[in-house]
């Protein structure tokens, strides 16, 4: 099964590849699934500010559209020195797909880490599951 450096490392690639003419800050994620595929993703900006897609949903996307509904654990990556937590739109699709202990790397420019858990990122989560 991949683990954290494997996610690292296809996150890394993925903010390669971001879309950011508008605030030239790039941000990769990836997410492992309950499967063991890894899925990634970068932020893809628009003019149209709104219509900016982050790189933890399009990679969580790509999951879903590979047929997986369950996330084991989730990376992103930005170009700060400051680990780089999703933001609050994020936060609720991460939710939606993980389990409340799910580990959620949060790193630097360097690759450095700080772990943290979907439960502390969303402590009053929202679900209409039944």
Do not use: W
Not at 15 to 40: E, I, K, M, Q, T
């Amino acid at each position: 099964m991949a683990g954290k450096n494997d996610l690292l490392q296809a996150a890394k690639e993925a903010r390669a590849r971001a879309y950011a003419p508008y605030s030239d800050f790039h941000v990769g994620a990836a997410v492992l699934g309950a499967s063991g595929g890894v899925y990634s993703g970068c932020n893809v900006e628009n003019a149209s500010f709104g219509l900016t897609s982050c790189a933890e949903r399009n990679a969580i996307f790509a999951m879903v559209a590979a047929g997986e509904t369950e996330i084991r654990e989730i990376l992103v990556i930005g170009e700060s020195e400051e680990f780089l937590p999703p933001c609050g739109a994020c936060r609720q699709v991460i939710a939606e797909f993980a389990a409340v202990p799910t580990v959620v790397h949060m790193c630097n420019r360097r690759g450095e880490c700080r772990d943290t858990t979907v439960g502390e990122l969303v402590p009053f989560i929202f679900h209409l599951k039944k």
